[in-house]
């Protein structure tokens, strides 16, 4: 019985410590973008509102984006929806719609199953009427 006993808690032990150790691994998990700002100057409108964001993987397990949402509609963000794999790197597109005049600057929030799990993304600019 005491045999039994101390097989069951040595296993028990053993799986702990794999828990343990997994949790570990995860908590390296971070996702770095190259930059979480772009600045569109003043643009036209009309013109081209799309902008990339790169990021890249620097955990040892595969990074899962599961939600990326815009700040208002006016911004639509697309995003990888498969895992990114450790030391890959991944885009975030956004499209601002250019067809509104004036100043604007609006945020995009990217959650993830990383150690930092919201990042704050930027977008701003103006857009001016198309020169005649």
């Known amino acids: 019985?005491?045999?039994l006993f101390s097989v069951l808690f040595l296993a028990f032990a053993f799986v702990l410590?794999?828990?343990v150790n997994a949790q570990?691994?995860?908590?390296?998990?971070?996702?770095?973008?190259a930059s979480t700002v772009h600045d569109y100057g003043t643009i036209e409108k009309g013109s081209d509102g799309s902008c990339n964001f790169v990021f890249t993987n620097t955990g040892q397990t595969p990074l899962v984006l599961s939600n990326?949402?815009?700040s208002c509609g006016c911004t639509v963000p697309t995003?990888?929806?498969?895992?990114?794999?450790p030391?890959?790197?991944?885009?975030i597109k956004v499209v601002y719609?250019?067809?509104l005049i004036g100043s604007f600057n609006k945020s995009i929030s990217v959650n993830s199953n990383a150690k930092n799990k919201e990042v704050i993304l930027n977008i701003k600019g103006s857009v001016i009427q198309k020169k005649q």
């Open 79 to 85: 995003w990888p929806r498969e895992p990114v794999l």
């Open 17 to 19: 410590q794999l828990q």
């Open 87 to 91: 030391g890959k790197d991944g885009t």
């Open 24 to 33: 570990s691994a995860d908590s390296t998990l971070i996702i770095k973008f």
């Open 68 to 70: 990326v949402r815009a």
């Open 1 to 3: 019985m005491k045999t």
């Open 97 to 99: 719609n250019t067809n």
